[in-house]
């Protein structure tokens, strides 16, 4: 359809609404999604999106599940969890990754009556693996004695500023977005928004070239995904933004 945010009035949200009378039965068990989507491209929603979207799974039975494998643990900059700026209290949230600082590691976490409902075998060949618990424990220890979440919302704050004005420098840049966690989506023109994957490519190895290591997503393969560490400063964020600058003036727009 095309439509575009404010002007659309949130039809996103209702089009959940339309699939599930025409998709399902009618009754649901549950509704997962990604607070900010990762290897999507760091699609931030609407700030009314999941609000709407709650209303509307409970509406039909089921459940709201957060899946934080990627904003989780502070991602996103001054929460645990990126479903907290959206206001929403999901009934299960998963987690994985980074809560670990890199030691193997899945998490759910769900309401006492949710978690009490469940019957039969609970059998895992890794699960409860003490070794792992330790690292999640020291690394969730380790976050908030560092004040870490804070960190990474005042210096992703900080990168958000310098991106905005690398994207004045380079026109190949068409969108910034993304909290604490960063993205920039590479276009062929601004305005017609068309999708720039080749030139997202060699700039990312270019970065890579040059001794900055950045990810890559999203529908079309046009966006760099940045996602530094939450201890990352703005002394980093000052070492990286030249590469990324040297970078884009290395591949031709």
Not at 137 to 142: F, R, S, V
Not at 221 to 248: C, H, Q, W, Y
């Amino acid at each position: 359809m095309h439509l575009k945010y404010p002007d659309c009035e949130v039809a996103c949200a209702g089009d959940v609404e339309n699939l599930i009378q025409t998709g399902t039965s009618g009754s649901i068990a549950a509704f997962i999604a990604e607070p900010i989507q990762g290897v999507g491209g760091f699609i931030m929603p609407p700030k009314e999106y999941l609000k709407i979207v709650f209303k509307i799974v409970r509406q039909y039975g089921g459940l709201f599940i957060s899946d934080e494998v990627q904003t989780g643990c502070g991602r996103t900059g001054g929460r645990w969890f990126g479903i907290e700026r959206w206001e929403v209290l999901p009934d299960m949230i998963t987690s994985a990754k980074g809560m670990a600082n890199g030691a193997p590691i899945g998490l759910t976490v769900t309401t006492p009556e949710i978690a009490g409902s469940f019957r039969g075998a609970n059998i895992a060949t890794f699960g409860g693996n003490p070794v792992t618990s330790v690292a999640a424990k020291a690394t969730i220890e380790l976050i908030e004695e560092e004040n870490l979440l804070e960190n990474a919302r005042v210096v992703g704050a900080y990168f958000r500023g310098k991106l905005e004005e690398l994207q004045q420098k380079h026109t190949s840049i068409g969108d910034v977005r993304g909290t604490g966690l960063q993205a920039l989506e590479l276009v062929k023109d601004r305005q017609t928004k068309e999708p720039a994957p080749e030139t997202t490519t060699q700039v990312m190895e270019r970065a890579r070239q040059n001794g900055l290591l950045v990810g890559k997503g999203g529908l079309h393969g046009n966006v760099l995904r940045l996602a530094p560490m939450l201890n990352t400063s703005k002394s980093d964020v000052d070492e990286a933004i030249p590469i990324l600058d040297k970078s884009f003036s290395e591949v031709p727009s």
